[in-house]
């Protein structure tokens, strides 16, 4: 029984992490700096490490698409943190 429970512990941890990581790029994607302060300060040091990770990742990643895109001859979207509206 011990076993099962950590076992529901792990997964309940992994999903708390997943969905920190993921509302804390969300509301990145929409420019929303103050929240998304809120987000990062809320998070642990652990969490704080994974998310630098995994932006530097996606932003290398997300570069090379744009790059290989402009290569193709498709246009870029706009970029939507630089929306004045």
Known sequence: MDQALAVVLK??????RTRALHNAMSV???GDRRQLA???EAM???QL???AAAARLLSTE????????ASHGC???ADPAS???
């Open 49 to 51: 490490v994974e998310m």
């Open 28 to 30: 990145a994607a929409h």
């Open 75 to 77: 246009a870029a979207p």
């Open 44 to 46: 642990t040091p652990g």
């Open 38 to 40: 809120a987000h990062l």
């Open 83 to 85: 929306d004045s509206a």
């Open 62 to 69: 997300a570069d090379q698409a744009l790059t290989r895109s």
């Open 11 to 16: 997964v309940i941890g992994t999903a708390s």
